[in-house]
């Protein structure tokens, strides 16, 4: 799954691109309407996709953002104005190409859903292979409160504040800490691949509780997973699984990981071993991490 420095990266290689551009067409698969008939939603959420599609064109993208692991497009028509949040699931992936036949990868073809045809004579499209992802255009973030909800972006200066503070309501005390670190409404950004890592620098067991680690110890991994999260930007994001940036590119974090994904612990050379914490396999090195 896509964590902050993969979002970020998508983002990075949308704004020069996309920024100013007119949607004039969009289209959406058969899939998607057929799942919408059906009663469901795959990925497009709240809405129809043909009303979606209608609603598009004739918008022109005044910016894109990151936010937690959302991208939010700014759109505008008129004096009105809409936000597309998308949060690309497992596998999300946006390219710009002027035929479909130009994105690289066969996968990516045969599941591209939604087609946003632009001003430049090339294509946005919006592909999805698990369709975990999800589109929804809202008038304002305020119309889906769960964005509100969000903890504030770990770069920002409030956030270890905030972190420190969540660690400290009972409901979050008793918790496993890796658990509370992939937590949204905790911390921002970081996933399985850069909480296993954070872990991992600081010795800490994964799933240590909370209330057993010291206000210390818990702003000294807060920073670690900014220092994380910052390195895996710089190296544009690591490439696991299906992770694509717009130019159809994937970063090389992943050769820099220690412990996401080690037979071995990197340090004592001991067996790493896995546990399974909110649902995710949670890799550690048993001998290093108390
Ligand atoms: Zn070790």
Redesign the pocket.
Do not use: I, P
């Given at each position: 799954m896509p964590e902050l420095p993969e979002v970020e990266g998508v983002v990075k290689s949308l704004q020069p691109i996309i920024t100013g551009r007119k949607i004039v067409a969009v289209t959406t698969s058969d899939i998607l309407k057929k799942s919408h008939d059906d009663g469901k939603e795959a990925i497009v959420k709240a809405m129809h996709p043909n009303l979606l599609a209608e609603l598009l064109v004739g918008m022109t993208i005044a910016r894109i953002e990151r936010r937690s692991k959302y991208i939010y497009f700014y759109l505008h028509t008129e004096g009105e104005q809409y936000i597309l949040v998308n949060h690309l699931g497992m596998s999300g992936a946006w390219f710009h190409v002027a035929a479909l036949e130009q994105i690289p990868e066969a996968k990516f073809r045969k599941h591209a859903h939604v087609f946003l045809q632009l001003d430049d004579h090339h294509f946005l499209i919006y592909s999805d292979i698990r369709r975990f992802g999800e589109l929804r255009l809202l008038k304002k973030i305020a119309d889906y409160p769960p964005l509100l909800q969000l903890a504030p972006e770990p770069f920002e200066e409030e956030a270890k504040a905030f972190f420190l503070g969540v660690c400290q309501q009972p409901k979050y005390a008793k918790k496993a800490i890796k658990e509370v670190i992939m937590d949204s409404h905790a911390i921002c950004g970081a996933g399985n691949i850069y909480a296993t890592e954070a872990l991992f620098a600081m010795k800490i067991h994964p799933g240590r509780k909370v209330s057993n680690l010291t206000e210390e110890q818990l702003a000294q991994l807060f920073d670690k997973i900014v220092d994380v999260l910052d390195e895996s930007i710089a190296f544009g994001g690591s490439s696991i699984s299906d992770y694509r940036n717009i130019n159809g590119e994937s970063g090389s974090m992943q050769n820099r990981l220690k412990m996401y994904g080690m037979k071995k612990?990197p340090?004592?050379?001991?067996n790493s071993q896995q546990i399974l914490i909110a649902n995710r396999n949670s890799y550690f090195?048993p001998?290093?991490?108390k």
């Open positions: 612990c340090m004592c050379h001991t090195c001998n290093c991490q």
